[in-house]
């Protein structure tokens, strides 16, 4: 019985320096203490990792597949094809000569692109207002120029492609807001003289 009354007395009497110096001594539970410390913001940088890869990789294949389209039009393969005895449109060119070139992880409803042709080089209007870069295409298709030109034509073809972004956003302060998110806006741009090769259809 009085055991039992010294240890009820200790513990309303608080804890001793000795106990305070076990507690700060006692290492037990300090990884799980570590690990979510450090989880979130090792998430966060795995995520960030794959983001900005996965940026790039968008931006390297788009590149890709305006040079490979570019090419097509120059040797005037695009203005000798026909969907109906009528030459391409501007939904019949992404869908079926530039969005089959994209990877199956890049979405070609967010494919946008703008061609033009012009009789002489006019690539001055192509400029941003800072002078900083080129102006990206705009991202509805339908508001977006398409003339292929023919034989001899100067063309411009540029073509965007909004990859999304979650934790990089702050990296890119020239990020895009598309579809309600904060997304990079990759672009690509060629330009090229078509050859002299006979066609009956100019894509204009």
């Known amino acids: 019985?009085?055991?039992?009354v010294n240890s009820?007395?200790?513990?309303?009497?608080?804890p001793s320096p000795r106990n305070c110096a076990n507690l700060i001594h006692d290492s037990r539970g300090f990884a799980a203490v570590e690990f979510g410390?450090?989880?979130?913001?090792?998430?966060?940088?795995?995520?960030a990792i794959l983001e900005y890869s996965y940026g790039n990789?968008?931006?390297?294949?788009?590149?890709?597949?305006?040079?490979?389209a570019?090419?097509?039009?120059?040797?005037?393969?695009?203005?000798n094809q026909s969907v109906g005895g009528k030459a391409l449109d501007a939904n019949q060119f992404r869908t079926k000569i530039m969005c089959p070139k994209l990877p199956a992880i890049m979405?070609?409803?967010?494919?946008?692109?703008?061609?033009?042709?012009?009789d002489t080089p006019d690539?001055?209007?192509?400029?941003?207002?800072?002078?900083?870069g080129l102006k990206p295409p705009q991202l509805d298709n339908?508001?977006?120029a398409y003339c292929v030109g023919g034989a001899k034509k100067y063309v411009v073809i540029r073509a965007a492609y909004p990859a999304p972004l979650l934790t990089t956003a702050l990296i890119f302060p020239s990020s895009t807001t598309y579809k309600g998110r904060k997304t990079r806006l990759v672009q690509s741009t060629a330009t090229f003289k078509n050859e002299p090769f006979p066609t009956s259809n100019v894509g204009c």
């Not at 019985?1 to 039992?4: A, P, Q, S, W």
């Not at 990789?57 to 490979?68: G, P």
């Not at 979405?107 to 012009?118: G, I, M, S």
């Open 1 to 4: 019985m009085i055991g039992h």
């Open 8 to 14: 009820s007395f200790r513990r309303l009497a608080g």
């Open 37 to 47: 410390l450090i989880a979130l913001p090792f998430l966060l940088l795995i995520v």
């Open 57 to 68: 990789f968008a931006q390297s294949r788009l590149d890709a597949v305006v040079q490979q």
């Open 70 to 79: 570019s090419r097509q039009i120059m040797t005037g393969y695009v203005q």
């Open 107 to 118: 979405n070609c409803a967010d494919l946008y692109v703008d061609v033009q042709a012009f």
């Open 123 to 132: 690539y001055g209007s192509f400029v941003n207002a800072t002078k900083s």
């Open 142 to 144: 339908s508001k977006n």
